[in-house]
């Protein structure tokens, strides 16, 4: 097996915690980025933390990446979700991009959600996909006015328009053109620090499992999504171009039907 250099943002928690250590156990040389406890600690909801992180990792990999795994984010009800969900993926994406393409088998993935299928601010979306994060964070701090239930829209928003971005840009000239496959996961319901207390409660997983249905397995382990990743992130992937997988036991199936296509 060939080792292969990685870069996986999100790395200190949840699915980039267990991406990282996968990938280490089978060998390959992995470069982490968080806000803390991470090789590379940098804030992805500013453009400059996007630089500062792209340059650090950049330079810790010793010039050379073969892969690039985003998973940081989170689901805050405010318009920072919308900083790190989108702008710190696609941005911190698209400055290592020409790194990437001097491997001899690029690979970028992204992780998405089955929120990305959930209600969402049409709104929002278009001026996330347009590139303008201080237009996107206005309209992400008006639906935060609204209280959580409408804030919460801010992270449906992000991730409908990250699994677009990835379907827009991964046909072009920056990855298509460059060898680089560029695809996204969608998880269902995992469990995480950020979901074990909300499941824990008898209402909480109630809720959940309402919203995302898992009929195959139930809730998953990190380390499910992160296997997914690492397949994408690999060699072995050399056509796969702008998908959403939706790695969930089953839920879009359940939530959408056996037609999407009428």
Not at 5 to 16: D, K
Not at 110 to 138: C, F, H, I, K
Not at 198 to 208: F, H, I, Q, R
């Amino acid at each position: 097996m060939t080792t292969r250099t990685y870069i996986v943002t999100g790395s200190a928690s949840g699915i980039g915690s267990a991406t990282a250590e996968l990938l280490r156990e089978r060998g390959h040389k992995v470069i982490g980025v968080d806000l803390r406890n991470a090789d590379v600690e940098a804030d992805l909801s500013t453009p400059e933390g996007r630089q500062t992180a792209a340059d650090r990792a950049v330079e810790a990999a010793g010039g050379s990446v073969d892969a690039v795994i985003a998973c940081a984010g989170i689901s805050a009800p405010i318009p920072l979700t919308v900083s790190v969900n989108f702008f710190g993926v696609t941005e911190f994406l698209d400055r290592l991009a020409p790194v990437l393409a001097r491997s001899e088998a690029p690979r970028a993935v992204v992780v998405s959600s089955m929120a990305s299928l959930q209600p969402n601010s049409p709104e929002l979306v278009d001026a996330m996909l347009a590139g303008d994060e201080a237009m996107a964070r206005q309209i992400g701090q008006k639906l935060a006015d609204q209280g959580p239930q409408i804030g919460y829209l801010n992270y449906p928003s992000s991730k409908r328009a990250l699994s677009r971005w990835v379907r827009r840009e991964s046909i072009g000239e920056r990855y298509a053109g460059n060898g680089i496959p560029l695809n996204a996961v969608a998880p269902g319901t995992v469990l995480t620090a950020m979901t074990r207390e909300l499941l824990a409660a008898p209402e909480g997983a109630k809720m959940v499992d309402e919203n995302v249905p898992m009929p195959l397995n139930g809730h998953s382990e990190p380390v499910v999504i992160a296997r997914l990743l690492a397949w994408l992130a690999s060699e072995e992937n050399t056509h796969l171009a702008g998908q959403t997988i939706y790695c969930d036991g089953g839920a879009d199936a359940s939530l959408r039907g056996d037609d999407i296509w009428s």
